[in-house]
């Protein structure tokens, strides 16, 4: 998850075209088509980092984990990071943040400290990758 939060923000604004996804969507344009005006910048941003490793072997950072479970739940959790720095999503990655919060439950760490975040929760490991690739 570490690198899979490294790598996505590496790649998160990779084939930029220095416009936004609303400019992309008013426009009409070929990117907002085939991204059905969703996140449009962020998934080709996704797909460019992930179309490297398949056209050039050498930067072939998925090729590491061969096991292919592995290797899914890696480009899941890289997209869900991603797709967290689109700024229409912001309010959910904040609301998801402070529902958390707001609930209360403390978990304890490695440190037997108290902590809002669970890190054997899924939910909250997932969270914990959009929020850092989202700043």
């Known amino acids: 998850e570490i690198f899979a939060i490294i790598m996505g923000a590496l790649i998160h604004d990779m084939d930029h075209p220095g416009t936004n996804n609303d400019f992309e ?13 969703d996140a449009v910048l962020e998934r080709q941003s996704i797909t460019a ?8 072997p050498e930067l072939d950072w998925l090729k590491f984990f061969q096991n292919e479970e592995t290797r899914d739940l890696v480009e899941t959790y890289l997209k869900e990071c991603i797709l967290a720095t689109d700024p229409a999503r912001h309010a959910c990655v904040i609301q998801d943040a402070l529902l958390i919060i707001e609930n209360g439950q403390k978990f304890q760490n490695d440190k037997n400290e108290p902590t809002y975040l669970d890190k054997n929760d899924p939910f909250h490991r997932t969270l914990i990758g959009r929020i850092i690739v989202h700043c």
Request: proline share 0%; aromatic share 4%; with cysteine.
């Open 25 to 37: 969507v008013k426009r009409n344009s070929t990117l907002a088509k085939q991204y059905a005006n």
């Open 49 to 56: 980092g992930l179309e490297i490793c398949k056209e050039q």
